[in-house]
């Protein structure tokens, strides 16, 4: 039987470049798959966001995210990358946090080397752990994971505090640790995405992060660089203006008919929602 994770594994290797697309629960992932996105992302952002109206300072346990990561499992058929932080503590721990997410569904995960508690990695103010600390999780995450095909993705955020130099030496430190993948998060600049994708470090994904620190630059030359996985994460901040637009929207009008191109409509969203298919199993189970 062919796994997310297999699958996941496949597109990482087979050169073509795709654009992953995080959510934070069941309908932002059922919205993306719906509009044919091949890999889905659990968003540590996005998910604070959601649960806690908090930012991404490692607020969230281990147990939220797994739920998070298991709705948009379900509600999704893709393969997901979830975002773990740092682990949530030592290498023990992301021995047992690496076990929770296979259990939860994910294909894969991305590990970061900051010290816990966490920042986003475009937020000033991140510090890392001595990368020795950072090689022990990495060996822990792959020694736990039950399934071979569960892609293990390293990510150092050392590049703002150490310079890419050091980043990229942490990088390929991690690899020899046994990262399938490496992410080597907030390049600054067009030269140093071209450094990176440059360093001998195997497939790597690139964060296509908006209004961050990484300069915006097209997902053609990216595709030209070679990065296999393109991730877009900023999910919560696309739905919070759409949501303030139309709050705005809404609390002005006199008539709903002022928001009709705003709102799905209700028999196309139960559609989207499956209620035929529920429907039709209740009658199943109902005769």
Known sequence: ??????????????????????????????????????????TGYGASAALAAAPDIGLL??????????????????????DIDTGYGNALNVHRTIRTFERAGAAGIHLEDQVHPKRCGHMAGKRV?????????VKAACDARLDDDFLIIARTDANTIEGLDAAIERAALYREAGA??????????????????????GPQLFNWAYDGLTPHVPISWLAELGFPLVLYADVAQVVHKAFAAFVGRLTACD????????????????SLMGLEEWRGLEARYNA
């Open 1 to 42: 039987m062919t796994t997310h994770a297999r699958t996941l594994r496949g597109y990482v290797a087979d050169g073509k470049t795709r654009l992953v697309i995080s959510g934070y629960d069941a309908l932002t992932a059922k919205t993306a798959a719906l509009a044919g996105v091949e890999v889905l992302h659990l």
């Open 61 to 82: 346990s281990v147990t939220e995210m797994a739920g998070a990561c298991a709705r948009m499992v379900e509600a999704a058929d893709r393969p997901l990358i979830a």
């Open 180 to 201: 399938d993948m490496l992410f080597v998060e907030s390049p600054l600049s067009r030269e140093e995405i071209v450094r990176i994708a440059g360093a001998d470090l």
């Open 255 to 270: 008539s709903l008919d002022e928001i009709a191109d705003l709102v799905t409509g209700f028999d196309a969203f139960n």
């Open 129 to 137: 752990v001595p990368a020795a600390e950072m090689v022990a999780k």
